[in-house]
T-cell receptor, first 114, second 116 residues
Framework: QQQVKQSPQSLIVQKGGISIINCAYENTAFDYFPWYQQFPGKGPALLIAIRPDVSEKKEGRFTISFNKSAKQFSLHIMDSQPGDSATYFCAATGLRGGSYIPTFGRGTSLIVHP | KAGVTQTPRYLIKTRGQQVTLSCSPISGHRSVSWYQQTPGQGLQFLFEYFSETQRNKGNFPGRFSGRQFSNSRSEMNVSTLELGDSALYLC???????????????FGNGTRLTVT
């Protein structure tokens, strides 16, 4: 039972374009929403994160938009570069037992053509 | 600071064998969690340890177990390996001292386990 649905599964964008990845969650108890970037042969690395009391967060070319009522959040990569080619995972973190555990989306493979 | 270190990077085992994977967290981090990553299921939570105590466990069979030592280093063990256990096993540490939701996870580069 997937609690965080991520789309699209794969995305091809031209250099300089905007990459948009969407996630939807079901559990309203989630209260922290990070995005991770993973390059081949490497572990995921935290890219940007947002809490539900904020509708948007921007860090450089990366922006998270958050819609609490729709239970959706998205990652926008502006001016996409070939170096952004990686797999992106959204996650939703909620309290489970004695600690906060993230539930991950299935990932989006992004390819940015030069 | 050194990042999260996982050893070994690659493992090839035969069905029925057991395997132990090791994880050294970032210095000062007391929480260590383990994840299984496969193309079909994505990233799935295995368990989480804090100060040598398992605080949380995911929906995996009892063949998957772990422990954490007093220096926060952690090991996970998989017994009676099955073909379906082939995956990338990721360890992550975080610097949170308690149930803090916004403590970012710092992942290692994983151990690639292949079961034949």
């Amino acid at each position: 039972q997937q609690q965080v649905k991520q789309s699209p599964q794969s995305l091809i964008v031209q250099k300089g374009g905007i990459s948009i990845i969407n996630c939807a969650y079901e559990n309203t108890a989630f209260d922290y929403f990070p995005w991770y970037q993973q390059f081949p042969g490497k572990g995921p690395a935290l890219l940007i994160a947002i809490r539900p009391d904020v509708s948007e967060k921007k860090e450089g070319r990366f922006t998270i938009s958050f819609n609490k009522s729709a239970k959706q959040f998205s990652l926008h990569i502006m001016d996409s570069q070939p170096g952004d080619s990686a797999t992106y995972f959204c996650a939703a973190t909620g309290l489970r037992g004695g600690s906060y555990i993230p539930t991950f989306g299935r990932g989006t493979s992004l390819i940015v053509h030069p | 600071k050194a990042g999260v270190t996982q050893t070994p990077r690659y493992l090839i085992k035969t069905r029925g064998q057991q395997v132990t994977l090791s994880c050294s967290p970032i210095s000062g981090h007391r929480s260590v969690s383990w994840y299984q990553q496969t193309p079909g299921q994505g990233l799935q939570f295995l368990f989480e340890y804090f100060s040598e105590t398992q605080r949380n466990k995911g929906n995996f069979p009892g063949r998957f177990s772990g422990r954490q030592f007093s220096n926060s280093r952690s090991e996970m063990n998989v017994s009676t390996l099955e073909l379906g256990d082939s995956a990338l096993y990721l360890c992550a540490s975080s610097g949170g001292t308690g149930p803090i939701s916004n403590s970012p996870l710092h992942f290692g580069n994983g151990t690639r386990l292949t079961v034949t």
